[in-house]
């Protein structure tokens, strides 16, 4: 490759400033001992003891992990058994509304998809008095839904990009469609699936919007007690709690890209 | 049998956990509100949407979500470009740094990239002070809650989605082309929009309908850096049903809003499937 145009680095440089800039100052400042979090007033590392002993937010983030978990874990097996329908079965009844209703959660504006949910509820709430309280179960299956369209497109393009002759050399040695699937189908997607997975535990612990549309008094997940923190303005403990995550997915995205560049 | 078993839980899951909810929705936008459990009446009319069109309020505030999103769509794309561009050129080390860099914001949490901006944007924040101290001005200018403030946060959340399928555009072109029209004489922008600009155009088209489908309905950044005046639709829904409680106006807020999506939507479904098309 020939050098870069002068124009382009510079772009470059202004681009990768514009998006880190702002994450290296809520690092620096959550190290701020004043309790006006832009004004500096020394070194202190008070505002991360403060978030350990704040229950609140230990609640906030518990709860959130475990939806997390649960929507995560859920959205890869429906989404990969979806991937696999839409690569594999070529013609079904009712596939155009199938591959429809797979993508469209994705773009789905987050107000829409809370709102509609919510109505849900409410109306079988009405009908068949479930679900009787909102929180943890409702979140649950809202970020399932939106999160198992996204593991659905990685599992299908995964199984595009490979050659089915595997599967069908076991079909042909007399293997059950079933076992052929098992032993052979899901151990090759499996990198597909851990990302779907991880995607989709990311997307739950992001969602604000859909989380507060569903869920019911006295269940707060984490981004909407922060929500409620920072509507209020900048806030010490928040750039504390912000530095764990920065540092923490930083850390897990460079580990997971250096152990990928190793192997290949 | 097992076939129609994969084939029947995700599909029955998304029938009543994403369809269902819709034809609720459009249900409850011809209701009209009443007290009590559930808000709303068992009647049907077209009140509702006969009110959005005739309050001037509402077909203002669709309007300008529109023109945010769209001023912001442009903005992504008239940075996104160069820098996709850029990667795309790079070595192929750098290159795979460079666009992890791009990926890894996705990871960190959305609410907490937009809080970012309210520490440097504050009146006594980061950018203030250092316009101060360098003199340039000796009182600060009022950056939050402006529409300014608005673009910033939505050009700096949506930034990576234009990006990463112009990146893919431009990283499966043949640069030779490029060569070969400058050496038969064509100048640098004649080849640039000849040759480079519609071999971008599939990603171009993905990157814009990318950045502009979710900033239409976006609640948490006009929230928390737009002013009180700067109103879009997705925060007008969400004090319409939360504020209020006046849910079937915050459904026919809904349908509307879904309707001015129907076609972009469709265009990125058509787009998404001729790329795994083509994939194949």
């Known amino acids: 490759m020939k050098e870069q145009s002068r124009f382009i680095t510079s772009v470059l440089a202004f681009g990768y400033a514009f998006l880190y800039i702002p994450l290296v100052l809520v690092v620096v400042y959550s190290f701020n001992d004043s309790q006006i979090a832009t004004v500096w007033g020394g070194f202190s590392t008070r505002w991360y003891g403060e978030l350990l002993r704040n229950d609140q937010i230990l609640d906030a983030a518990f709860l959130s992990l475990r939806i997390a978990v649960t929507s995560a874990t859920i959205a890869t097996i429906l989404g990969t058994m979806a991937g696999l329908a839409l690569a594999r079965f070529r013609r079904f009844k009712g596939r155009t509304l199938f591959s429809g209703l797979i993508t469209s959660p994705m773009v789905m504006p987050e107000v829409i998809t809370g709102l509609s949910l919510l109505l849900l509820f409410v109306a079988l709430q009405q009908l068949i008095g479930w679900p009787g309280q909102r929180g943890f179960g409702t979140i649950t299956i809202a970020h399932t839904t939106f999160a198992m369209a996204y593991v659905a497109i990685i599992v299908q393009s995964r199984l595009m990009s490979m050659d089915e002759s595997l599967e069908e050399a076991a079909m042909d040695l007399g293997g059950h469609p079933l076992r052929v699937v098992f032993d052979i189908t899901l151990p090759l997607i499996a990198p597909a699936m851990l990302a779907g997975w991880l995607l989709a535990f990311t997307l739950s612990l992001d969602d604000l919007v859909i989380a507060s549309f569903v869920s019911g008094p006295g269940s707060n997940t984490l981004p909407m007690y922060i929500f409620s923190k920072v509507k209020l303005g900048v806030s010490p403990d928040i750039n504390a709690l912000a530095t764990l995550i920065i540092v923490f997915v930083s850390v897990g995205v460079l580990l997971a890209w250096l152990v990928t560049r190793r192997r290949n | ?280």
Not at chain 2, 31 to 55: E, H
Not at chain 2, 58 to 74: D, E, G, K, N, P
Not at chain 2, 250 to 263: D, G, H, M, N
């Open chain 2, 1 to 280: 049998m097992w076939k129609k078993a994969i084939i029947a839980a995700p599909y029955l899951w998304l029938l009543l956990f994403f369809l269902t909810p819709f034809a609720i929705v459009l249900k409850i936008s011809l209701a009209d509100p009443v007290f009590g459990l559930p808000p709303y009446s068992q009647s049907a009319s077209l009140d509702n949407f006969a009110f959005l069109f005739s309050d001037k309020l509402y077909a203002l505030t669709y309007l300008r979500s529109v023109f945010m999103a769209a001023c912001a769509t442009i903005l992504c794309l008239a940075v996104g470009f160069p820098m996709a561009y850029g990667i795309a050129r790079s070595k192929s080390g750098t290159r795979n740094l460079l666009l992890l860099l791009i990926i890894l914001p996705f990871w960190i949490s959305f609410l907490l990239r937009v809080y970012a901006w309210m520490g440097l944007m504050n009146s006594y924040g980061t950018i203030n002070t250092l316009l101060m101290w360098l003199g340039i001005t000796d009182q600060p200018i009022q950056l939050m809650y402006t529409d300014f403030a608005v673009f910033v946060g939505l050009v700096y959340s949506y930034l990576p989605f234009m990006i990463l399928p112009l990146y893919a555009s431009l990283e499966r072109m043949d640069h030779d082309l490029v060569e070969a029209a400058q050496d038969l004489g064509a100048s640098r922008a004649r080849a640039f929009w000849d040759v480079t600009w519609p071999l971008a155009r599939p990603g171009v088209i993905a990157g814009c309908l990318l950045v502009f489908i979710p900033a239409i309905g976006e609640y948490v950044i006009p929230y928390l850096l737009g002013g009180p005046e700067s109103l879009m639709i997705g925060r007008v829904l969400f004090d319409e049903f939360f504020a209020n409680r006046d849910w079937p106006l915050a459904s026919a807020v809904a349908v509307i809003l879904l309707l001015l999506l129907v076609v972009p939507i469709a265009l990125l479904q058509r787009y998404q499937a001729r790329e795994q098309e083509s994939a194949t």
